[in-house]
């Protein structure tokens, strides 16, 4: 971990676990649907807030995971729907807030339209520069390592590289993420205190924030406070404290 990077106190990659929908509309006595549609009018807000601040490069957003086809047929489906609508509402306004869309996951699970459309997002927007936003849908940080593992042995097959030469960062570059930063703060609403097979390989050295808050009633506000509690943290990658402290000085 380069020096200049153990002082930096804004994160420059936040991602998110965005629970709670479900419970939030519990709570109301409403069906889940409209937890879920709720949740998407506090990703609108939070997009916008982290496309507001220079010092937030990218933002992930955990939409769905490779175990959420494990719950009803009816509520995937409307996940599904929800993701699409979602997809043609926003990508014009993505585009003129000159957001870059990306996507991580195994889309090919996903039908001919919605693929159709999220490759239509990714390349309308690839040269934004504002914030890179990450949805990762039908993700999971086990399908990513097994995908890069993949990868890499068909390349070692094909002879363009030894088994010697794979080390962290050739596997780091076949993972979803790739070149991008690892996040420095993870955040997960509704209480939960788990990672959920999100990005397990980047979560290393991540900090880590947990709220009760459920997602659709996160706020901006509620962000600025995790991002407050980050910045109050000394980040060590292994380091002493007082090693920390030294190169601040220095
Ligand atoms: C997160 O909210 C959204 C998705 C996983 C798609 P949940 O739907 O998990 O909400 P809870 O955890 O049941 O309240
Ligand atoms: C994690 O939430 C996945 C997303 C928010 C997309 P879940 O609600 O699926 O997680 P578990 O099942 O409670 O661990
Ligand atoms: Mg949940």
Redesign the pocket.
Known sequence: MPVERLHLATPRHIAI??????????QRLLP?AV??NA?VKAVRKIVEFCAADPHIEVLSL????SE?WR?PEA?VTL?MRLFLTTLQNEIEKLHKNNIRLRFIGDCSAFDETLQKKMREGETKTKNNTALTLIIAVNYGGRWDLTQACQQISRRVAAGELTSHAINENVLNQHLSLATLPEPDLFIRT?G?QRVSNFMLWQLAYTELYFTPI??PDFTEIALQEAITSFQGRQRRFGHTGDQIAAFANS
Request: proline share 0%; hydrophobic share 40%; net charge neutral.
């Open positions: 676990i965005m629970d709670g929908n479900g419970r939030w509309a519990q889940r937890g879920h949740g955990f939409a769905f995971s959420n719950r509520e996940l509704g939960e459920l997602w």
